[in-house]
């Protein structure tokens, strides 16, 4: 082991066993997976202009003194005992950049927005220096689209929402973004905080545990008879899961589809919702699973598995704003959906029982699926296993959340409108995944991300079959209004 900079803790080591950080520490390594990415639509209001890298010297500092793992690297990331390091110094210079597109239409902001996605999804970081990295894409003379694209070993996606909130406030707090701020900045001297996955806060019983073992060691009949899973997630014969995991190196990219839902239609379906016992997440899922067999619903299809990303902070008591690796997942069946219009019955209570199960999942301890890669020997070996096996689920459903950016009535400081979240598509679970961010009482944006190849389809086809599904999702969405 050598250490760079001043370490911290492992990923994960016999004691702590918080192996998640060092899943997607070796997910990176071997090139499956590269930036989340969370950007936003900054509206200046009143406040200073965001002109150049230099203009963020000072809020970021700022960010960086709330944030910890924004001065960390990675070390030993070949390994299954891989350690954070703090850096002494991190230099702004090496982590802001601009990007200038010709822009006057609001198609071309959108076309301009996702081309930024797609340019940065699978483009490795510099471990060398912490690894993350601002895009600056001037919109007007009064909007500004900051992205933050980071890597998944130093935090999930609600990490991103919490940069942008310390951004925004820090932005609001300047009223001068002078470019002679400093551009190195030494990060807070503290240490970070204990894996979220440890057995002491994500304890697993023995029939959890059971059901992954005896698939391992005894045909599928004798799990069956003794009512244990072999997995989390819950696949039959006729679940659509895609192409079988694969990654064919620099051959290998993420595609990506990004949509806008407006405000209106939003608020309408918030309302219709809440009438029916439901939340927009639960909502949501029908809409996708409407969307997913239009595309995929091929006669031997009878349901889809949908794996949807779940925030763990309130549970484990961590401030909603800290960065890290704090989400866990739930699986739910969807059957395969020929209905169009508004929503049946039967799918507003499966919206309903959806709802709850998130809320139930979030709020449990107890056999987190995240907890069992603790009992993996090794978490590089297991990532590589699963190449050419089956996929896990059929689409993973991620949502960040409204974001809070609103000023009061009469006040005219910068403020973000737009919020777009995406993340690379996955080598070896969901072929295809549903990145949703919004802004409160505001539009919502969505992005749908996946790696060629992945849909089962011929790659020719994928954009033409996924804006099927975002076809239908606008539909559904149009369709609430008229209830």
């Known amino acids: 082991m050598e250490v760079d900079g001043v370490f911290l803790r492992y990923a994960t080591h016999a004691q702590m066993k918080g192996p998640n950080e060092q899943r997607t520490i070796s997910r990176e390594d071997l090139g499956f997976y590269h930036a989340v990415i969370i950007g936003a639509i900054y509206e200046r209001g009143n406040g200073p202009a965001i002109r150049s890298p230099q203009s963020l010297f000072g809020p970021l500092a700022r960010c960086i003194e709330q944030h910890p793992f924004l001065g960390v690297t990675v070390g030993d990331r070949h390994t299954d005992k891989s350690f954070y390091q703090r850096v002494h110094m991190v230099d702004l210079n090496d982590h802001i950049e601009i990007k200038e597109l010709p822009i006057s239409t609001k198609l071309e902001r959108w076309n301009a927005i996702e081309e930024l996605q797609r340019s940065n999804l699978d483009r490795p970081f510099n471990h060398t220096i912490p690894p993350w990295r601002i895009i600056i894409l001037p919109l007007s003379n009064s909007e500004t689209f900051i992205a933050f694209a980071w890597s998944h070993m130093i935090g999930d996606g609600l990490s991103g929402i919490s940069l942008h909130q310390s951004l925004l406030e820090a932005i609001r707090g300047s009223s001068d973004l002078a470019s002679d701020a400093p551009s190195t ?83 309408r379906a918030l309302c219709q919702a809440k009438t029916h016992d439901a939340k927009l997440m639960g909502l949501l899922h029908q809409f996708i699973g409407r969307g997913m067999s239009k595309a995929f619903g091929e006669v031997n299809v009878t349901n889809f598995v949908s794996q949807t990303a779940i925030n763990m902070r309130k549970s484990v008591g961590v401030p909603s704003d800290e960065m890290g690796e704090f989400v866990s997942a739930t699986y739910l069946v969807h059957p395969k959906l020929t209905s169009a219009g508004p929503l049946s019955d039967a799918e507003w209570l499966a919206a309903s029982s959806s709802t709850k199960s998130f809320a139930e ?25 699963k190449l050419g096996q089956r996929r896990d689920c059929s689409h993973e459903v991620s949502n960040v959340g409204a974001f809070e950016g609103a000023t009061r009535d009469g006040e005219k400081k910068p403020t973000i409108t737009h919020v777009v979240f995406s993340q690379p598509g996955h080598v070896s679970s969901a072929p295809i995944c549903f990145n949703i961010s919004s802004v409160k009482q505001g539009p919502l944006v969505y992005t749908v991300t996946w790696p060629t190849g992945a849909l089962g389809i011929p790659e ?24």
């Open 460 to 483: 020719a086809e994928e954009d033409a079959v996924v804006d099927t599904i975002c076809t239908s999702i606008q539909a559904d969405f149009e369709a609430i209004g008229l209830m």
């Open 361 to 385: 999942t979030a709020a449990t301890l107890q056999d987190q699926p995240i907890g069992l890669l603790r009992y993996l020997p090794s978490v590089r070996k297991w990532l590589l296993s």
């Open 185 to 267: 900045v030494k990060p807070p001297q503290v240490a970070l905080g204990l894996p979220f996955d440890t057995p002491h806060r994500l304890p697993i019983s023995w029939s959890f545990l059971l059901g992954p073992l005896v698939a391992v060691f005894f045909p599928k009949f004798i799990s069956d008879w003794l009512g244990l899973k072999a997995q989390a997630s819950t696949l039959d014969e006729g679940t659509w899961t895609g192409s079988p995991a694969a990654f064919a190196g620099d051959k290998s990219r993420t595609k990506i589809a990004l949509r806008v839902v407006e405000s209106p239609l939003v608020d």
